[in-house]
């Protein structure tokens, strides 16, 4: 069975939302490499529509630019990437692909194909669904070290506890926290 890791970038008080305004005064190697680790390393990249289209709107044109983050951009690139959408949808980023029907049968369902690892980032409603089924096998938290105070938080409002198990954890020089989560063992 294949292995869902999904990665999110999380403000010490539990903020998700918008990473963008308070996130890269923390990014470094260190967690460039993590991320790539984590994302990169899928043949496979499962996301929210939201989420899709600010991919799909930055890292086509990183890749064509050649950048220093180019190999990061052909890897998504090539990636097959399966959007989760309740509209139908239309790509123009390559190997591109909706989830049709149902969320959690049609997780479970890609689980079983052939392949290598799935890649999630951000994609918070996605992620908070396949945590409460249990289709996530490593989470990905890199918790900055500044407290947002307001948007949307990971756990809001779940109504069952979700026991996870620590895997790894690591701090980076930014004093950015990754921490690397699995199911517990019940």
Known sequence: ??????????????????????HFPYFNDEMGA??????????????????????????????????EDAPMAKALGDARKVVVSRSDLAFAWRNSEQLKGDLVEGVTALKQEEGGPIGMSGSISVVRALLAAGLI??????????????????????????????????????????????????
Do not use: C
Request: net charge negative; aromatic share 8%; hydrophobic share 45%.
């Open 1 to 22: 069975m294949r292995k869902i890791t999904a990665g999110l970038f999380i403000a010490a008080d539990g903020v998700v939302e918008s990473p963008e305004q308070w």
């Open 34 to 67: 993590a991320v790539g680790a984590q994302l990169g390393a899928a043949d496979t990249v499962l996301l929210g529509r939201v989420t899709y289209d600010g991919f799909a709107a930055a890292w086509p044109g990183r890749e064509d630019a050649g950048g």
């Open 137 to 186: 096998d490593e989470l990905h938290l890199f918790v900055h070290p500044i407290a947002v105070g307001k948007g949307l938080r990971l756990f809001d409002g779940h109504a069952e506890p979700i026991r996870l198990k620590l895997l790894e954890n690591t701090v980076f020089s930014t004093g950015v926290l990754h921490t690397v989560y699995g199911p517990a063992d019940n």
